[in-house]
């Protein structure tokens, strides 16, 4: 099972919200990224979590806050957003964050609107 | 912050011609990644070439490696319709002990039957 999932697909949330965007593997990799993505850009690197612990933040503001339940769960909440905050999400993950050269594994992406 | 800068931003051809996508980066690498992405979904990786190889082959997809110019190109041989998608190159940097990919700002490839 080479597969990332994601969910919700879509999610749109007002300001004062609180929602939580997840991700799961299965396919026993230890470390699980989260991305930015706006339309016509790259992806942009917001954590990385290897080994169940926060390893890289990417001085991403705390209304978005990460969480790492267990080796298979990537969980990002969501508090107090702007509307420049609408954008992919995407998960990933790799065998580990330590090496080089590591393919990382994407799911399709939660498409956010903050209205 | 980007490290690599790839070109055409779109690159627009008819079913059956090639594709060269063409990707620049700032610092040495150890290896570099290329993904794909259909619109609005997540990334799939498509190949990885390391800083001793020159050249790799996978299927209809041909990458080039030149680390004394800091670039890369990507061909895509005999293009379909479903190779529309974005291209992105992607190169490792290191952070307080950990990896984390950096990608280029992407190539929107349009195939046209």
């Known amino acids: 099972d080479t597969e990332v999932t994601q969910t919700p697909k879509h999610l749109v949330m007002g300001m004062t919200n609180k929602k939580s965007l997840k991700c799961e593997q299965h396919m026993g990799h230890r470390a699980m990224y989260w991305y930015k993505q706006k339309a016509k850009k790259p992806p942009e690197l917001m954590f990385v979590?290897?080994?169940?612990?926060?390893?890289i933040n990417e001085s991403v503001p705390s209304r978005f806050s990460p969480e790492c339940p267990n080796s298979s769960l990537l969980n990002l909440h969501l508090h107090a957003l702007q509307p420049e905050d609408s954008a992919l999400y995407l998960c990933?993950?790799?065998?580990?964050?330590?090496?080089?050269?590591?393919?990382?594994?994407f799911g399709p992406g939660t498409r956010l609107l903050v209205l | 912050s980007q490290q690599g800068e790839e070109d055409p931003q779109a690159l627009s051809i008819q079913e059956g011609e090639n594709a060269t996508m063409n990707c620049s980066y700032k610092t040495s690498i150890n290896n570099l990644q290329w993904y794909r992405q259909n619109s609005g979904r997540g990334l799939v990786h498509l190949i990885l070439i390391r800083s001793n190889e020159r050249e790799k082959h996978s299927g209809r997809l041909r990458v080039t490696l030149d680390t004394s110019k800091k670039s890369s190109s990507l061909l895509i041989t005999a293009s379909r319709a479903a190779d529309t998608a974005s291209y992105f190159c992607?190169?490792?940097?290191?952070?307080?002990?950990?990896?984390?990919?950096?990608f280029g700002a992407g190539t929107r490839l349009a195939v046209h039957p």
């Open positions: 990933a993950s790799s065998q580990d964050a330590g090496l080089g050269g590591e393919t990382q594994y």
């Open positions: 979590y290897s080994y169940e612990k926060l390893s």
């Open positions: 992607a190169t490792d940097a290191e952070s307080g002990g950990y990896n984390k990919l950096i």
